[in-house]
């Protein structure tokens, strides 16, 4: 498939934590499939969710969970 913005790279495919993300090597651009944004804040909310700390923390936790899901 060929990236919407670039038109003429080819996309890639990444299994990120369970949510597969297509995105284009030339603009790091990042597409998602149906459903695949859901998942991510429900991921997001789950880790919130599992920490017993201050909110200064959690939000830590959360910034750190989008990173490592976009960080390729």
Not at 22 to 27: G, K
Not at 51 to 66: A, V, Y
Request: hydrophobic residues 30%.
């Amino acid at each position: 498939m060929k990236c919407p913005s670039c038109k003429d790279s080819g996309m890639m495919s990444m299994d990120r934590n369970g949510v597969q993300i297509d995105y284009c090597p030339n603009c790091r651009g990042i597409w998602l499939d149906r459903g695949e944004l859901e998942k991510i804040i429900e991921q997001s909310h789950a880790a919130g969710a599992s920490s017993s700390t201050g909110g200064q923390e959690q939000h830590k936790q959360k910034r750190n969970l989008i990173t490592e899901l976009f960080d390729f």
